[in-house]
């Protein structure tokens, strides 16, 4: 695999990590947007460096699982984290229209590890397909994962940016909704592709 085969890849399974990023932000208040940002980028660029070593040497045994349920799994993971956002938003509004979002911690470490399992398990899929193809592991990998680490550093900085032009605008819980909405459909995404590809 060449340089650009590589880094396509690592851009394609990156996308799904920024959208949680930037949805994830929507409603933190808590005014630690280097945390958030530097907490996103280790969790999404650390499990997608670590899901296709692991769907590499799993190869033989779960690629088929994988194959034919990982995006039901990647939806549901990721429709209960979007859910639970967009419910407690719906929950939590006042008699203001306002909520308090440091209530939810999007970022929190505990928080985070279902989102970064579910972004990536299509980086799962790819190291099995790397290990019956033959291709080398470590370059995609640490493409992967560095690729995805950056962008969902990017991603939480950008979503932060947006949540502040929009809570001129918007009541917070209806972003706090909208970010919930916003990660359900990436699992939704991930579903429909799924059942497409095969």
């Not at 995006?71 to 306002?98: I, N, P, R, T």
Request: a positive charge; one cysteine or more.
């Amino acid at each position: 695999m060449n340089i650009t085969e590589v880094l396509l890849i690592a851009l394609g399974v990156s996308i799904d990590a920024l959208s949680v990023s930037v949805s994830g932000s929507f409603c933190d208040r808590t005014g630690k947007v280097l945390r958030n940002a530097c907490r996103a980028a280790l969790f999404f660029g650390v499990f997608q460096f670590l899901m296709p070593l692991a769907g590499f040497f799993a190869a033989g045994i779960l690629v088929g699982f994988v194959s034919n349920f990982g995006h039901f799994l990647a939806f549901a993971l990721l429709c209960f984290v979007g859910g639970k956002m967009a419910y407690d938003g719906w929950q939590k509004k006042g008699e203001s229209g306002q909520i308090e979002c440091k209530t939810f911690d999007f970022f929190a470490l505990k928080a985070l590890v279902l989102p970064a399992v579910a972004t990536s398990i299509d980086a799962f899929a790819i190291g099995a397909g790397l290990a019956f193809a033959g291709k080398p592991l470590l370059f995609p990998c640490a493409a992967m994962g560095i690729v995805t680490g950056i962008i969902s550093f990017t991603g939480v900085y950008c979503g932060h940016r947006l949540a502040r032009l929009g809570k001129d605008v918007f009541p917070e819980w209806i972003m706090l909704i909208c970010g919930g909405s916003a990660i359900i459909l990436v699992g939704v995404k991930l579903l429909v592709s799924g059942i497409c590809a095969r």
